[in-house]
């Protein structure tokens, strides 16, 4: 395989997961997450990025022990409700440490962070900011503006953010109600494959903080939202050059000011950390002729396969017939479905994904880079299946 899963460290960390469920036999599916590959990826991106804040987007999986891990590594944290703000300051998060970057919010949900000790916010309405005025006075606003996210793979479309006309008003606008108009706030989509893909983005946050800073406001900061990317059946660029483009791009549109910088991670810290475990339900065909066999595992959309939608992120897989990825046994082309009574219930039908021949029920199916976006989606129990169970290993 081309993927990083090929890299040593990332071997051994599958083999923890493997003997940890070879151990224990857990029920599937379920999702077990590596402990130190978090710890790892982490570490990267500190160091690839030494002096921006990384904030890490707790949606993308909320497991206490990794959120708990994060903590003591020294990471911030992002969040999107009072639970997540909960969640961070029992696992040891400092409020300090904590941005609610969520643009849509009640006012009894700000007023309970405020109250909890969170001074940082992301807004894109004026509503909002009024809203921030009097319920969490004297608190720091980022004003998020809509971006171009077309390298992305789950591009973020028009639902958050603002024009930056608009955002720098509101930025003014915060300043007299009493708040603190800190700057700027965006999200390049996520799983970004261009590592230029916050260029535009950083171009207008400079112009927006450039022409506040004329004005006598001191806005001083640069919040670069999520995007990096992790491995799946395909690589994107390497870490370095998503650095390395992004501090040239700060360095070309802030000239002599040099902004704080704030990065929102959270696929590309728990992505690669995570294997979910599921088990073959049915292997059929759809008639004699069909070279395709259909294969059913015992996870689907709904069990925390969500961005498989449209095909999205395709994860790559390794059977208990194969042992090591790729080799060994003659191998034919499947769909991959869910087990659920949904007709969109269908993972892979047109990513070429070949499994081997004599799979049957109640071989394991092993999707690898699964520990972002999945556990966090399967809240539901639909058609009865529970939602995805974690484990951690250390
Ligand atoms: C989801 C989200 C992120 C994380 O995005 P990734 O692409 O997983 O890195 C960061 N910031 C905000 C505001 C988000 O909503």
Same mark, same amino acid.
């Given at each position: 395989?081309?993927?990083?899963?090929?890299?040593?460290?990332?071997?051994?960390?599958?083999?923890?997961?493997?003997?940890?469920?070879?151990?224990?036999?857990?029920?599937?599916?379920?999702?077990?997450?590596?402990?130190?590959?978090?710890?790892?990826?982490?570490?990267?991106?500190?160091?690839?990025?030494?002096?921006?804040?990384?904030?890490?987007?707790?949606?993308?999986?909320?497991?206490?022990?990794?959120?708990?891990?994060?903590?003591?590594?020294?990471?911030?944290?992002?969040?999107?409700?009072?639970?997540?703000?909960?969640?961070?300051?029992?696992?040891?998060?400092?409020?300090?440490?904590?941005?609610?970057?969520?643009?849509?919010?009640?006012?009894?949900?700000?007023?309970?962070?405020?109250?909890?000790?969170?001074?940082?916010?992301?807004?894109?309405?004026?509503?909002?900011?009024?809203?921030?005025?009097?319920?969490?006075?004297?608190?720091?606003?980022?004003?998020?503006?809509?971006?171009?996210?077309?390298?992305?793979?789950?591009?973020?479309?028009?639902?958050?953010?603002?024009?930056?006309?608009?955002?720098?008003?509101?930025?003014?606008?915060?300043?007299?109600?009493?708040?603190?108009?800190?700057?700027?706030?965006?999200?390049?989509?996520?799983?970004?494959?261009?590592?230029?893909?916050?260029?535009?983005?950083?171009?207008?946050?400079?112009?927006?903080?450039?022409?506040?800073?004329?004005?006598?406001?001191? +806005?001083?900061?640069?919040?670069?939202? =999520?995007?990096?990317? *992790? &491995?799946?059946?395909?690589? @994107?660029?390497? %870490? $370095?050059?998503?650095?390395?483009?992004?501090?040239?791009?700060?360095?070309?549109?802030?000239?002599?000011?040099?902004?704080?910088?704030?990065?929102?991670?959270?696929?590309?810290?728990?992505?690669?950390?995570?294997?979910?475990?599921?088990?073959?339900?049915?292997?059929?065909?759809?008639?004699?002729?069909?070279?395709?066999?259909?294969?059913?595992?015992?996870?689907?959309?709904?069990?925390?396969?969500?961005?498989?939608?449209?095909?999205?992120?395709?994860? +790559?897989?390794?059977?208990?017939?194969? =042992?090591?990825?790729? *080799? &060994?046994?003659?191998?034919? @082309?499947?769909? %991959? $479905?869910?087990?659920?009574?949904?007709?969109?219930?269908?993972?892979?039908?047109?990513?070429?994904?070949?499994?081997?021949?004599?799979?049957?029920?109640?071989?394991?199916?092993?999707?690898?880079?699964?520990?972002?976006?999945?556990?966090?989606?399967?809240?539901?129990?639909?058609?009865?299946?529970?939602?995805?169970?974690?484990?951690?290993?250390?």
């Amino acid at each position: 395989m081309t993927t990083s899963f090929a890299d040593e460290r990332l071997h051994e960390a599958m083999a923890r997961i493997r003997r940890f469920l070879d151990h224990d036999r857990p029920d599937t599916p379920c999702l077990v997450i590596d402990l130190p590959t978090v710890r790892d990826r982490f570490a990267a991106i500190r160091a690839a990025l030494p002096r921006v804040g990384i904030f890490y987007a707790v949606k993308a999986n909320p497991t206490p022990d990794v959120v708990g891990l994060l903590a003591a590594e020294g990471s911030s944290f992002d969040v999107a409700s009072p639970a997540e703000i909960d969640l961070c300051l029992a696992r040891g998060a400092a409020p300090e440490a904590i941005s609610y970057s969520n643009p849509i919010k009640k006012a009894r949900d700000v007023a309970y962070a405020y109250g909890r000790g969170v001074r940082l916010f992301v807004s894109d309405s004026e509503q909002d900011v009024r809203v921030l005025a009097e319920h969490a006075p004297g608190a720091s606003v980022l004003l998020r503006i809509l971006v171009d996210s077309s390298g992305s793979t789950y591009p973020f479309g028009k639902k958050f953010g603002c024009s930056p006309e608009m955002a720098t008003d509101l930025l003014r606008l915060a300043a007299e109600l009493g708040l603190v108009p800190l700057g700027v706030a965006f999200h390049a989509g996520s799983q970004q494959l261009d590592p230029n893909g916050w260029d535009g983005a950083i171009a207008d946050a400079a112009v927006i903080i450039g022409k506040l800073r004329a004005e006598g406001l001191s +806005p001083t900061t640069v919040n670069l939202g =999520g995007g990096l990317p *992790a &491995g799946y059946l395909t690589q @994107p660029p390497p %870490l $370095a050059e998503y650095a390395a483009a992004i501090t040239a791009s700060i360095a070309r549109h802030f000239g002599d000011f040099s902004p704080e910088v704030m990065i929102e991670p959270g696929r590309a810290i728990v992505a690669e950390s995570g294997l979910i475990r599921s088990e073959v339900v049915l292997v059929s065909r759809k008639s004699y002729s069909d070279e395709h066999r259909w294969v059913f595992l015992d996870i689907g959309r709904y069990g925390g396969l969500a961005e498989t939608e449209g095909e999205a992120i395709a994860y +790559p897989l390794v059977t208990s017939r194969d =042992g090591v990825p790729q *080799a &060994g046994a003659p191998v034919g @082309p499947v769909v %991959l $479905a869910g087990p659920t009574c949904d007709a969109d219930d269908v993972l892979y039908q047109n990513t070429c994904y070949e499994l081997p021949l004599d799979l049957r029920a109640g071989d394991h199916v092993d999707l690898l880079g699964a520990g972002a976006y999945t556990a966090s989606y399967s809240s539901v129990a639909f058609n009865g299946f529970p939602p995805l169970a974690t484990h951690c290993v250390r």
